[in-house]
């Protein structure tokens, strides 16, 4: 049993900024990648950003420059901040993580969080 939880949430003003967090626990081996995807309304899940144990990140287009993520391995506590925020942030935001099983170390499980809103509005 692996369980996500999702914080940092809210509303904002164009222009503001969020940190979000998540911080997983429960019965894996490792944590390989954590990331952040979002789901505006009537649109498909994106991934926002992913960050590897070393500590390489990636995002995508429409964040760069704008959302750092960054993770706490010790913790297993991933973390997305977002500054210059748009109306085009709006969204739900999901963790998700890839990680070892911790009975079968070959397999690689993937799990999702419940999701935190996040508006943009002014």
């Known amino acids: 049993q692996v369980q996500l939880v999702e914080s940092g949430g809210g509303s904002v003003q164009p222009g503001g900024s969020l940190r979000l967090s998540c911080a997983a626990s429960?019965?894996?081996?490792?944590?390989?990648?954590m990331g952040w995807y979002r789901q505006a309304p009537g649109e498909q899940r994106e991934l926002a950003a992913s960050?590897?144990?070393?500590?390489?990140?990636n995002y995508a287009d429409s964040v760069k420059g704008r959302f750092t993520i960054s993770r706490d391995n010790a913790k297993n506590t991933a973390y997305l901040q977002m500054n210059s925020l748009t109306p085009e942030d709006t969204a739900v935001y999901y963790c998700?993580?890839?990680?070892?099983?911790?009975?079968?170390?070959?397999?690689?499980?993937?799990?999702w969080g419940q999701g935190t809103q996040v508006t943009v509005s002014s």
């Open positions: 429960g019965s894996f081996r490792s944590i390989e990648v």
């Open positions: 960050i590897i144990t070393g500590g390489s990140a």
């Open positions: 998700n993580i890839r990680a070892r099983s911790w009975e079968f170390p070959n397999l690689r499980q993937t799990y």
